[in-house]
C-alpha cells in the first residue's frame, strides 16, 4: 500500500539489478529532499517570524504525513478500513517511540515549553479523543466486536483539523523566534520594496519545502516498493514483511527529516514535526478516512495497538512536565525499549504465528 504512489506492476515488472537501482536512488531523494526540506523550513520560520517548533508541527508535519493519508483513504476505499485506521495509529507509535525515542538518544532534544505546553496537550489530547470515541462506540455497540467508527467522526476530525491549523498560527504570533542566521537575509531589502521582497522569500521557501517533501515522499514509495519485491524475490514472508517493512515505511518521512534537522543543527524542528504528526496522524489520516469511508476497528486494536499508543503519549507528556530544557537520553532509550516491546509482540503474534 505504501508504494501506491508508483504502481506496483513498475516494481514487479523490473529486472533485480533495476530494484537495486532504484533503492539507491530512493537513498539519493531522502537524503536531498530531507535537506531542502529542513534548510526552507528554518527560512520560511526566519521570514514569518515563527518558531521552528511552530514550523515543523504545522507546515512540515502536513507534508510528512500527507502519504500516510494517502494511503489510509486508498486503503479505506479498497476495502482494507483495518489497515487505514491501522496506519494512522502505528504512524503515531512509530514517530513518537521510534524516531523520537531514536533521535533524542543521539542527542539531548531541546524542550520548548511555550510550545510544547501547547501543542503538546493537544498532542495527547488527540490520542485521547481517538480512545475515548472508539471506547464510546464500543460500549454503545455492546462489546468490543463489530465496532465501527462512522463517517460523521471522520468529518467532526477534519473540523478539528482546521481548527488546530487556526489556533497554531495564533499561536506563532504570540511566540515569535528569530533565527539570527536567516532573519538577517530576510531583512537585506529595506523600504518600500520589502513586503515585496518578504512574499517572493515566502512564496519561494514554500516551493522549496514542497519540493523537498515530495521528494521525500517519492523516495520513501521507491525505497518500500523495491525493497519490498526483493524480499518477495529472496523468500521473506509477507507477514513479516507487512510488519517490518510497511511499518517502517510508514514514518520514512518523519525519519528522514528528524535525522536532517538533527544534522542541521535545528532539533526543535524536529521536535515540531513529531509532536504535530501525531495530531495530523488522527485528525488528518484518520479523520479523511473515515469522512471517505466507515472504518471497522479490529479487537487487537483495543488490547494491543491502542493501550500501546496512549502509552507513548502520556510518557512523551510526562517527560515534557518533568524535564527541564531538554529532553534527556535516558527517556528516548525508554521510548524506543516501548517500541521494540511492541514489534517484537506484532512479530511474534503475526508475523511469526503462520
Known amino acids: 500500500m505504501l508504494a501506491d504512489l508508483i504502481p506496483e506492476t513498475v516494481f514487479v515488472d523490473a529486472g533485480s539489478w533495476l530494484l537495486w537501482l532504484m533503492a539507491a536512488a530512493a537513498v539519493g531523494l531522502l537524503v536531498f529532499g530531507a535537506d531542502r526540506a529542513v534548510t526552507a523550513a528554518v527560512r520560511l520560520a526566519a521570514v514569518l517570524g515563527m518558531s521552528k517548533v511552530i514550523i515543523g508541527a504545522t507546515v512540515v508535519s502536513l507534508g510528512t504525513t500527507s502519504p500516510e493519508a494517502f494511503t489510509s483513504v486508498t486503503a479505506a476505499f479498497s476495502g482494507k478500513p483495518g489497515l487505514a485506521l491501522g496506519n494512522g495509529v502505528g504512524s503515531i507509535i512509530c514517530d513518537t517511540a521510534l524516531v523520537f525515542g531514536l533521535c533524542c538518544c543521539i542527542r539531548q532534544l531541546p524542550l520548548n515549553r511555550f510550545v510544547l505546553n501547547r501543542h503538546g496537550w493537544l498532542q495527547l489530547g488527540s490520542g485521547v479523543l481517538l480512545v475515548v470515541v ?34 497554531s498560527v495564533r499561536w506563532a504570533r504570540q511566540h515569535p523566534e528569530i533565527v539570527p542566521e536567516e532573519a538577517d537575509k530576510a531583512d537585506k531589502t529595506k523600504g518600500p520594496a520589502a513586503g515585496e521582497h518578504r512574499l517572493r522569500m515566502v512564496m519561494w521557501n514554500l516551493l522549496i519545502l514542497m519540493v523537498g517533501l515530495a521528494a521525500v515522499v517519492l523516495g520513501s514509495n ?4 523495491s525493497a519490498g519485491e526483493l524480499c518477495s524475490r529472496y523468500g521473506v514472508p509477507q507477514n ?115
Open 222 to 225: 521507491l525505497m518500500v516498493g
Open 134 to 167: 472508539v471506547g464510546v462506540l464500543a460500549v454503545s455497540g455492546g462489546g468490543l466486536h463489530g465496532v465501527t467508527i462512522p463517517r460523521w467522526v471522520g468529518f467532526a476530525f477534519l473540523a478539528l483539523l482546521v481548527g488546530y491549523m487556526y489556533i
Open 240 to 354: 513479516v514483511l507487512a510488519v517490518t517493512l510497511v511499518a517502517f515505511g510508514t514514518s520514512l518521512p518523519e525519519l528522514v527529516t528528524a535525522i536532517a534537522s538533527l544534522v542541521k543543527g535545528h532539533a526543535d524542528l524536529l521536535v515540531g514535526n513529531i509532536v504535530g504528526a501525531d495530531i495530523l496522524n488522527v485528525l488528518f489520516v484518520i479523520g479523511a478516512s473515515a469522512a471517505a469511508v466507515p472504518l471497522d476497528v479490529e479487537t487487537e486494536f483495543f488490547y494491543l495497538h491502542l493501550p500501546v499508543m496512549l502509552a507513548v503519549l502520556v510518557m512523551l507528556r510526562l517527560f515534557i512536565f518533568f524535564s527541564g530544557d531538554r529532553f534527556r537520553r535516558w527517556q528516548g532509550a525508554l521510548l524506543l525499549s516501548v517500541y521494540v516491546g511492541y514489534y517484537a509482540v506484532l512479530v511474534v503474534k503475526f508475523g511469526v504465528a503462520r
